[in-house]
């Protein structure tokens, strides 16, 4: 074979249907897309999970069977459509692949999404819950781990970032009051102007963790003895935290992302408006961040008490 003849030979890249697709996606959204994907294997194929599947098999009827057993199984009509959302993605990625034909990737994508209400689930914490949970932290006698998980209560629902985000932020993201996610959900760039409090409990526990170069994790792990270590908090670890927090305060239990229902639902008992609310909250759709709208039957009742148009 002549030289430029070899020249003219592209290095071939061996990548499966699966690494592709989840490279695409934001980091944060990877772990609950990837948990879908395993139960719609699961679904398709008994023990099988997204690593073994072969997704360039992917049909119509598979697509429609995984579609009718979520619902079966009493799955939210949002995680039904966001599991769909996630086999047309993966359908299109095996097509640009080469290893789907465009027939198929047509049928795949006329699977219908679920129509209907989501029940509103979670909660919004009371401004009591909060403080039961920083006092509680407070609590802990070792101070590196006092000024963490305060800061973290602070973060959640003062920031009202996903478990995901809040784990993945890095020392440079924070500087003078201004917290920036910089791969929120579906890759958005927000910055945060956070309260004076939730200013003083990062810097704090910035102060305590010793946190200097640009790409250490703002949060990090704390070994039993109190030492900190380098290696980011993930989004287990900070579960369990949230969950030893709650034990200890003798709180109703609540998860991650309850922090976050309470973040927004503040804002619009305050009279933020909702747009403004949507955007600190990175919302593509305002009718997202109704759903997190957990305010009672008293606010709406004293807000149409209030109203004056005469």
Not at 8 to 23: C, G, R
Not at 216 to 222: S, T
Not at 242 to 266: K, N, S, W, Y
Not at 282 to 288: E, L, N, R, V
């Amino acid at each position: 074979m002549r030289r430029a003849a070899l020249r003219q030979v592209a290095p071939v890249v061996e990548t499966t249907v699966l690494d592709a697709y989840i490279s695409g996606l934001a980091p944060s959204g990877r772990r609950g897309i990837t948990s879908l994907l395993n139960r719609s294997a699961s679904i398709l194929t008994r023990g099988a999970d997204a690593a073994s599947y072969p997704w360039e098999q992917l049909s119509f009827a598979a697509v429609a069977k995984v579609r009718a057993a979520l619902l079966d199984d009493g799955y939210a009509v949002s995680s039904v459509n966001m599991a769909l959302s996630a086999l047309r993605g993966i359908a299109q990625t095996a097509f640009n692949l080469n290893c789907l034909e465009a027939d198929t990737l047509a049928r795949i994508r006329a699977v219908k999404r679920v129509n209907g209400d989501n029940q509103r689930k979670g909660r919004a914490l009371s401004r009591e819950e909060v403080r039961a949970l920083i006092q509680a932290a407070k609590r802990h006698p070792q101070r590196i781990r006092c000024c963490r998980d305060v800061a973290i209560v602070m973060t959640l629902c003062g920031a009202g970032l996903r478990a995901g985000e809040l784990v993945s932020l890095e020392r440079r993201d924070y500087n003078n009051g201004i917290l920036t996610v910089r791969q929120g959900k579906g890759r958005k760039y927000r910055e945060i102007h956070v309260a004076a409090a939730v200013d003083k409990a990062i810097r704090a526990w910035i102060k305590a963790s010793g946190a200097k170069e640009a790409g250490d994790a703002l949060f990090n792990r704390i070994q039993r003895n109190g030492k900190g270590v380098s290696h980011p908090l993930t989004t287990t670890g900070l579960t369990g935290i949230l969950e030893q927090l709650q034990q200890d305060a003798g709180i109703v239990r609540f998860t991650p992302h309850d922090m976050r229902r309470t973040f927004i639902t503040r804002l619009l008992e305050q009279g933020v408006d909702i747009n403004t609310v949507r955007q600190l909250a990175g919302h593509s759709d305002i009718s997202t961040t109704t759903r997190y709208d957990h305010r009672g039957y008293e606010a709406k009742a004293m807000a149409s008490q209030r109203l004056r148009c005469w």
